[in-house]
Structures are given as C-alpha cells and as structure tokens.
C-alpha cells in the first residue's frame, strides 16, 4: 500500500511505465521475500546465516526505495518533502522492527538517508532545499539514539531473563538434590519451614516412628497452612 502511494503521489514526475515497472518489482519481491520468510527462513538452523540473509534482504529493500527516490531527482521540493516523509516513516518503524539487530538497520537506514541526500542535493540547492538537508541532519541522529536505546533495553530484558532461568535452573537442582538427600538418608529427618511447620518426612522418619503421611490441617491458605504428622497405627 505504501508503494502504491509513493507511486501515486509521484505520477507524472516519474515516467509512467518506469513507474509501474517499479511498482511491479516491488511487488514481486516483496512477495518473494514474504514466501522464502514463510517457508524457507523456518529450516535455517545457523543462527548467524539466518542473521546474514535477512539482512540481506532488509537492504535489497532499501535499495529498492532508494531506487524509488534517485527516480525522483529534480521534482518539485513539495514531491521531495514528500519523500522524504515517507522515508522519515519507514525508518521510524525500522527502528522497532529491527531492535534486535543494529547493523541490519543502520544499513537500512544508511541507503534510505543516502538516497534521499543525493536526491535533493541534485534536485537543487535553494533555501527549500537546504531545509531539507537541515530536517534530515537532525532526523538523523535522533532516530540513532532511539534505536539505541531500544535496543539496550532488549538486550537488558534478554540478559535478565537468561539470568533468571539460569537462576531457577540452580534453585531446582538445589531442591532436588536436597529432597533425594533427604528420601534417601538412614537416618530420621524431618523437613520444617522458618515456622516451624513440617514440610515434610523421610521414609527413615515414618520407619522409626511410626507416623505416615503429611497433610494440610488448614485447607483454605496453603501459605499459612500446618503440616501435621499422621500415626499409622
């Protein structure tokens, strides 16, 4: 749909069949990625070769809107703003899009920015025009400090969310280890919380004394439920 609007708003700046065949071309790339991304992308087990040919494929599209904007040299600074609005757009959506890899849209965003520089810089250089060239010099690095920080905070949630399952991943083996200590000890053992209350009994425990099972006495609150120890005799 965007395609179709940029090709729309620059009718009769852009040759008509020039137009249209880029049009087309975009459709049928993009239709050729969305089918390899459906398809092929699923069985790409290499994390790193996955990485290296979406990239490739975020840059051939940004080749094909530079391609797009290079067509547009010396319109009017109107069609150019518009352009570059457009462009302004795909790069501001990029940088959610491609939070998770910063070289993809740093060449993303460097063709885009490229394209559009060369092509208002051939289409003229009045006032118009150099506040064009101004807007872009600041769209710039503004749009590199928010995909950074996005970015930092992806790799925070990751690096914390990696911490805590290698966290829970300790703590259930601690547990385990200590429940197959106590199953498994000759000796009697009883197993009780900060207050006191049995959590549970080994099979040396039930043995000696007598006493089988482990209940809750108090059904409605577990957290402050008392385990009680249930003669088998």
């Known amino acids: 749909?965007?395609?179709?609007?940029?090709?729309?708003?620059?009718?009769?700046?852009?040759?008509?069949?020039?137009?249209?065949?880029?049009?087309?071309?975009?459709?049928?790339?993009?239709?050729?990625?969305?089918?390899?991304?459906?398809?092929v992308a699923p069985s790409i087990t290499d994390s790193r070769r996955l990485r290296s040919v979406l990239r490739r494929d975020v840059w051939?599209?940004?080749?094909l809107w530079g391609v797009w904007s290079m067509l547009l040299i010396g319109a009017s600074v109107l069609n150019l703003a518009m352009l570059m609005i457009v462009i302004a757009g795909i790069i501001a959506a990029a940088t959610s899009t491609l939070v998770a890899d910063a070289k993809s849209f740093y060449g993303f965003m460097g063709i885009?920015?490229?394209?559009?520089?060369?092509?208002?810089?051939?289409?003229?250089?009045?006032?118009d025009h150099l506040s064009l060239l101004l807007l872009i010099s600041l769209f710039v690095p503004f749009m590199l400090s928010v995909h950074g920080r996005a970015n930092a905070v992806l790799r925070s949630q990751i690096e914390s969310a990696s911490r805590l399952a290698i966290s829970e991943e300790e703590t259930a083996r601690g547990r385990n280890f200590m429940n197959a200590?106590?199953?498994?000890?000759?000796?009697?053992?009883?197993?009780?919380?900060?207050?006191?209350?049995?959590?549970r009994a080994n099979p040396a425990f039930e043995r000696v004394t007598g006493f089988t099972g482990v209940r809750f006495t108090d059904a409605t609150s577990r957290s402050n439920s008392q385990r009680e120890m249930t003669p088998s005799h």
Request: no cysteine; net charge positive; proline share 1%.
């Open 60 to 63: 051939v599209s940004a080749l």
């Open 112 to 127: 885009l920015i490229g394209s559009l520089l060369i092509t208002v810089v051939l289409s003229g250089l009045t006032r």
């Open 1 to 39: 749909m965007l395609a179709a609007l940029v090709v729309f708003v620059g009718w009769g700046v852009v040759d008509a069949v020039v137009a249209l065949g880029w049009f087309a071309l975009f459709v049928t790339l993009a239709a050729a990625r969305a089918t390899w991304r459906g398809r």
């Open 181 to 199: 200590l106590v199953a498994h000890a000759p000796s009697a053992m009883v197993v009780l919380d900060q207050d006191s209350q049995v959590l």
